[in-house]
């Protein structure tokens, strides 16, 4: 079984600028909750109990919002808002949250090297929290991926397809389909030309790993950029022991950027009954022909 978590959050968000500046990205909104608050709920409802943090010096706010706080519990309760304090009590205990710090931006592998000590020597899952994925199904997508661990005893990459125009900005992998939604892996490059792309599946924000994988990351060298990169940790991993792909069929939402972010609160707002109403009749008055 998979119950804990790795979440990065570690990141400046200067893709967000100047609105990162002083708010934390993984804090900036989605309709009326913080980006994060959807990818810890995608792992709560997956059944992870126990989630760790890479965080830096800039990300307290981060931890504040999933501590409690007793002045504003005061506060809601002398106005007897019930209902804020039952929502803000589920977000205070979702699942035990853990903190670690990462001093340096040394990229992505060794973030998620920083939580060996917090995860232990069990399979863990790895949630970027940039992206947002909706399943149509209300299974999440992290679930599917524990669900294929369970089967296989092995780590699980979730991918996409993506248009040829994106292949370079993701790590790609070649394999073989051993089933409507699932790949085993041959090989995988980080933001290779089209040209030299192994296929055009893309690997999407979520993982599950085999704790090998920290032994590896501890050992692999600067890669591209100059950080240690996940994918050439995953590489390693892949002449130890097998890995597979779960091909996600549902909508991937990248918050990584203004526009992104911009449309992702309003695809979440849509789907919101106490919003929908309002945000639909404020968009039918736009003149959207230009």
Sequence with gaps: ??????????????????????????????????????????????????????????????????????????????????????????????????????????????????????????????????????????VPCLQRMIDVYNQRHASVIATMPVPDADVSRYGIIAGERIGPQLMQVRDMVEKPPLAEAPSNQAVVGRYVLTPEIFDILAHTPPGRGGEIQITDGLCSLLAQQPIFAYEFAGQRYDTGDTVGWLTTSIAYALRRPEFAPGLKAYLRTLDLAE
């Design 1 to 138: 079984m998979v119950r804990q978590a790795v979440i990065p959050v570690a990141g400046w968000g200067t893709r967000v600028l100047p609105a990162t500046k002083s708010l934390p990205k993984p804090l900036l909104p989605v309709a009326d909750l913080p980006t994060i608050y959807y990818v810890v709920e995608e792992a709560v409802q997956s059944g992870v109990e126990h989630i760790v943090f890479v965080t830096s010096r800039h990300m307290r706010a981060v931890e504040d919002f999933f501590d409690e706080n007793p002045e504003l519990t005061r506060t809601l309760e002398a106005k007897k808002n019930t209902a804020m304090l039952d929502r803000l009590h589920h977000i205070e205990t979702m699942a035990h949250f853990s903190f670690v710090r990462q001093a340096q931006p040394l990229g992505l592998g060794h973030a998620v090297l920083m939580a060996r000590e917090a995860i232990g020597h069990d399979a863990f899952a790895l949630l970027l929290g940039d992206d947002l994925m909706w399943s149509p199904d209300g």
